[in-house]
C-alpha cells in the first residue's frame, strides 16, 4: 500500500490545455501539470468531507496497487463520458499533450526545456546548464495518467537510465528543484508505487539539505548540488539577503510526505522548524511579509502579497492540514485570511469585482498578479473544510466565487481572451493590464486551478467550460 494524497506544487511550464483536461472534461481527480503540482484532488477532497464530518482518522488516502487509480484514456475506455461532446473535448486536449511530448522527444530530449520556436533544447536556466531532463519529470505523470503507455515508458525509461543528480555540480533553486523533481518523483511514486521514483526524489532531496544550515533553518534560495561544504545562498535582488517566503513555504508537503515513506525524519524535521519560526515571527497587523531574513530571523520588508513571492506559503498552510491534519497549520491559515481581510488587501472595485491587492510599505496597490488567481480555489477549499462552518466559512466561499470571476474577468477583457500577467484597478478601468511588462501570457495555471475546484464543490458547469475555452485559446489548430 501506498499514500496517494501528498499535494505537491507548481511547475512553471504548464500546458495549459492539459489542464483544461482535468476540469472535469477528462480525469476525475487529479489536477494540472502546471505551476500547482496538485495532484490526487478527489483523496484531497475526501480528506477534507471527513475532516468536517469528524470521521477522518488522519491518514493519507490509500490505494492498493496503481491498477486502483481511475485513467482516463484517448478512447474513453475509462471513466468515459456519456455526452459526445465532452469525449471530443477530453480526446482534443489529449491531442495536444501527445503534440507537445512528441515535439519535445523530437527537438529536445533529455534537455530541460524546449524552445518551440528555434526548435532546440534548453538547459540553461534555474536548474542551471545540466541536462536532467526537467520536461520529462515533469510530464510522466500526466502520461501516466491519460493511459498514454508508450510514452510513459520512454519517460521513465530515461529517468531510471540517465537521470543522475551525483553527477552535476550546479546551482539550483530549492524551491524550483523540490515543486518540479522532488514533486515530479514523488507523484510517480504515489501513482504506481515504483521505489525508483522513491530512491530518486530521495537522493536528490538530501542535496537540498545545506540550503537549510542557517541559523534559524530558514533555508536559502540556492544551493549547489554535490558542493560539498558551499552551503547555500539567496538572491542578491531579495531585500538584503533575505528568503523569500513563497519558496520557503512551499516544502512541507514534499518533505513531510518524503519522511513518511523513506522513514527519515530528517526532511519532516527541516520543514516543522520553518513552521515554527513563522508561527513564532513577529508579524506586523499580523501580516506576513514577503522577505524573511534567514540569520537575522526576522521579516524585512513591508510588502505583502498574494501573488509573486507570497503566493504558495499559503496554500501550503491550508494544504497541510488537510494532508496530515496539522492543527497549527489550520490555525496559521486562518489567521493569515483574517489578517489579509482585515487589513483591506480583499478589495471590491467600482463595478463590484473582488480582488486581492498588495501592500507595500503600508500603501494599498490595487494591482492583482494571475499567480494570485488560485486562491479562489484555495479560499473554497478552506471554506469547505472549515469544520465551524460559520460566517466566514460562508463569506469565504463567497469571496472564493468572486476571486475567481475577477480573474475570468482579466481573460475574457483581451484580445485573445487569455489573462495577463498582472491586471490593475481604478476609476477608469477594471481588470485590465495596464503596463506594457504587464501584457504578456506564459502559460500560467492559476486560473484554471480555481475553476478546477470550484466546479468539483460546486458542480457549477460554468466553471467546466470556462476551463475549456481557456484551453481552446492556447490550441495551435482550432477546429470547432
Known amino acids: 500500500m501506498f499514500p496517494i494524497c501528498h499535494l505537491s506544487r507548481r511547475k512553471r511550464r504548464a500546458i495549459l490545455g492539459l489542464l483544461a483536461f482535468c476540469i472535469g472534461l477528462g480525469f476525475p481527480g487529479f489536477i494540472f501539470i502546471g505551476w500547482f503540482r496538485l495532484r490526487e484532488l478527489e483523496p484531497l477532497l475526501e480528506n477534507s468531507k471527513n475532516i468536517v464530518n469528524g470521521t477522518w482518522d488522519g491518514s493519507y488516502g490509500m490505494l492498493e496497487t496503481s491498477s486502483d487509480i481511475p485513467l482516463i484514456c484517448g478512447n474513453g475506455t475509462a471513466g468515459s463520458d456519456p455526452d459526445p461532446n465532452i469525449r471530443f473535448k477530453r480526446d482534443f486536449i489529449l491531442q495536444m499533450m501527445l503534440d507537445a511530448w512528441d515535439n519535445y522527444r ?5 534537455e530541460n526545456e524546449l524552445k518551440p520556436i528555434s526548435q532546440r533544447g534548453h ?17 510522466v505523470d500526466t502520461l501516466y495518467i491519460m493511459g498514454l503507455d508508450e510514452q510513459y515508458k520512454k519517460g521513465r525509461e530515461w529517468i531510471a537510465e540517465h ?7 550546479v546551482e539550483v533553486s530549492v524551491f524550483e528543484t523540490n515543486i518540479r523533481f522532488v514533486g515530479g518523483l514523488l507523484s510517480m511514486y504515489s501513482l504506481t508505487g515504483d521505489t525508483m521514483y522513491r530512491d530518486k526524489a530521495y537522493s536528490l532531496a538530501k542535496k537540498l539539505l545545506p540550503a537549510f544550515d542557517t541559523p534559524t533553518g530558514i533555508p536559502y534560495a540556492l544551493v549547489t548540488l554535490n558542493g560539498g561544504r558551499d552551503g547555500g545562498k539567496n538572491y542578491g535582488w531579495a531585500s538584503s539577503g533575505s528568503s523569500i517566503l513563497s519558496e520557503f513555504g512551499t516544502l512541507h508537503l514534499e518533505f513531510t510526505y518524503l519522511s513518511d ?11 516543522y522548524t520553518i513552521r515554527k519560526a513563522m508561527k513564532d515571527a513577529d508579524k506586523s497587523k499580523g501580516l506576513y511579509f514577503n522577505y524573511f531574513h534567514p540569520r537575522h530571523g526576522k521579516f524585512t520588508q513591508n510588502h505583502v502579497s498574494m501573488g509573486a513571492l507570497g503566493d504558495s506559503f499559503y496554500e501550503y498552510l491550508l494544504k497541510s492540514y488537510i494532508q496530515t491534519g496539522d492543527i497549527d497549520a489550520r490555525e496559521m491559515y486562518d489567521e493569515a485570511m483574517d489578517a489579509l481581510e482585515k487589513n483591506g488587501l480583499i478589495r471590491y ?11 507595500k510599505y503600508d500603501r494599498i496597490e490595487s494591482k492583482m498578479d ?23 466559512s460562508s463569506r469565504h466561499m463567497k469571496i472564493a466565487h468572486g476571486i475567481t470571476n475577477t480573474c475570468h474577468e482579466s481573460y475574457i477583457r483581451t484580445q485573445t481572451r487569455l489573462g495577463p500577467e498582472s491586471f490593475r484597478f481604478s476609476d477608469a478601468m477594471e481588470a485590465r493590464a495596464l503596463r506594457q511588462n504587464e501584457k504578456y501570457y506564459i502559460l500560467r495555471p492559476e486560473v484554471i486551478e480555481s475553476y478546477f475546484v470550484l466546479w468539483r464543490l460546486t458542480g457549477d458547469p460554468k466553471y467546466r467550460e470556462w476551463g475549456w475555452v481557456s484551453k481552446f485559446q492556447c490550441s495551435p489548430n482550432p477546429h470547432f
Open 106 to 110: 523530437l527537438y529536445a530530449w533529455g
Open 123 to 139: 538547459s540553461a536556466s534555474i536548474f542551471g546548464s545540466s541536462r536532467i531532463g526537467a520536461t520529462i519529470v515533469d510530464a
Open 163 to 169: 537521470l543522475d543528480f551525483d553527477s552535476v555540480r
Open 261 to 271: 515513506i523513506t522513514g527519515d525524519p530528517i526532511f519532516r524535521d527541516k520543514v
Open 349 to 359: 472595485s467600482k463595478s463590484g469585482l473582488v480582488y486581492f491587492a498588495e501592500m
Open 370 to 392: 494571475h499567480l494570485a488567481c488560485f486562491a479562489g480555489g484555495l479560499l473554497a477549499l478552506g471554506a469547505h473544510t472549515d469544520t465551524k462552518k460559520d460566517s466566514r
